[in-house]
């Protein structure tokens, strides 16, 4: 197996890495790339770098969606100073027959041989790098027939230069900005960092003010459409209060889980195609979800409200996508604004009374009761069941 390892601090992980990482597997043919954030850099000074556990789990976030990318830890899991050539020496034990390509920067690539054991550690892994244009062939040349002279081998690919950087990101948070796409992070890693309070970032920036957001709803949504909105966000509160989840992310979720409800079918499905990875594949790979128009407003609104308002909250994310469908392994705020979906004041049926009353004493029986209604009506209208919705009637007992 071909394995590439790119190591850095990852102080955030930004879109620069995986294309990084995507035009090295491309061009030097790689099975696998794994991400090793660094402990404690021996190269470099961080200002304020944030804990390895914290740098772990926004890496594994960005990678959400890109198969043949994965989280290493080695260097978190070992004293530190971390040294490439102890993880290089590990991962050969971890993973005997492969081969190893470190991926570096030119600059590394150029002082390679002076880290700590430098003759060691390129005969451990192919040390590769990219020429940018910046640096002149002639010293990456240079470097590369030092390394073969001591038994190492090298690969320089040609690639354009990424304009984003860890620093620009971490200059951009601090002033304020809050978009991921010019960022150039992913929607779960800017979440992330936000929900942490990470780079000078403050997670009471939520909520924001409701009142846009209300406004929002109000012009999109017919009259009728409106009031249920409302309802559901207040109910979508009140069972955050009972349950313990967070009261305003749940009530602004219920404000905009139908926000895509009242324009033409053809657009909401031109609008879900703009969702992020991981939420895009699984929801447009369900075997049936394009025969089912009418669920197509969930996962458009969660694009939405993603791409067009800027909530990068995964939970508001996803429990606006799912509310129609439901999925298998729902979170507290998913099952939240699919019950108060279904059980906001407006709605009077004897059903819905019934599952209000239910709701307020135990959630998952709510759930339970909701889908045994979804698969009447279901099936009384012969609409096909997507994968998702199959998947969480299985596993509240429910059989198809
Ligand atoms: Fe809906
Ligand atoms: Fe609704």
């Known amino acids: 197996m071909k394995i590439g390892v790119l190591g850095g601090t990852f102080s955030p992980i930004h879109n620069g890495h995986i294309r990084l990482a995507g035009t090295f597997a491309g061009q030097l043919g790689l099975d696998w790339v794994l991400f090793v954030p660094t402990a404690v850099p ?23 969606g890109h198969p043949g990318f994965e989280l290493c830890r080695l260097e978190q899991q070992r004293p530190a100073p971390s040294y490439t050539v102890d993880t290089l020496a590990q ?59 001591l038994g190492g081998e090298t690969s320089i690919i040609h690639a354009p230069a990424f304009a ?53 709803a109000r012009e999109r949504e017919k009259p009728e459409r409106f009031v249920h909105s409302m309802n559901v966000a207040e109910k979508a509160r009140e069972l955050a209060r009972q349950y313990g989840a967070s009261e305003q992310l749940c009530y602004i979720a219920g404000v905009l889980h139908d926000s895509c409800k009242n324009i033409p079918h053809q657009q909401q499905f031109s609008l879900l195609k703009r969702l992020h990875e991981p939420l895009k594949s699984a929801i447009i790979n369900d075997n049936l979800f394009s025969q089912v128009p009418a669920i197509w407003h969930g996962p458009a609104a969660a694009a939405y409200i993603e791409e067009e308002l800027g909530v990068y909250n995964r939970d508001i994310v996803t429990g606006v996508a799912y509310h129609t469908t439901g999925r298998a392994g729902m979170s507290l705020f998913e099952k939240i604004i699919y019950v108060a979906d279904l059980t906001s004041a407006e709605r009077e049926y004897p059903d819905a009374i019934r599952l209000r009353e239910l709701a307020g004493r135990d959630l998952d029986a709510a759930i339970r009761e909701s889908l045994l209604f979804t698969k009447q009506k279901m099936q009384k209208t012969a609409t096909p069941l997507t994968q998702d919705t199959i998947q969480v009637m299985e596993e509240y007992g429910i059989l198809i």
């Open 164 to 216: 984003v950087s860890s620093t620009g990101i971490r200059r951009q948070l601090a002033a304020g900005c809050r978009d991921a796409a010019r960022l150039g992070v992913s929607p779960a890693v800017l979440d992330y960092i936000w929900q942490n309070g990470l780079y000078g970032t403050d997670p009471e920036d939520y909520p924001w003010p409701f009142g846009q957001y209300i406004a929002l």
């Open 91 to 149: 991962l050969h034990e971890l993973y005997p027959g492969s081969s190893f390509y470190f991926l570096t920067g030119s600059d590394m690539f150029c002082t390679v041989l002076d880290w700590h054991r430098g003759e060691e550690l390129v005969r451990l892994a192919t040390i590769c790098t990219m020429e940018r244009g910046e640096d002149t062939p002639a010293q990456l040349e240079q470097q590369a027939a030092r390394i073969a002279a």
């Open 42 to 64: 021996p190269h470099k000074e961080v200002p304020d770098l944030p804990a390895g556990e914290h740098r772990c789990r926004m890496v594994e976030l960005a990678l959400q």
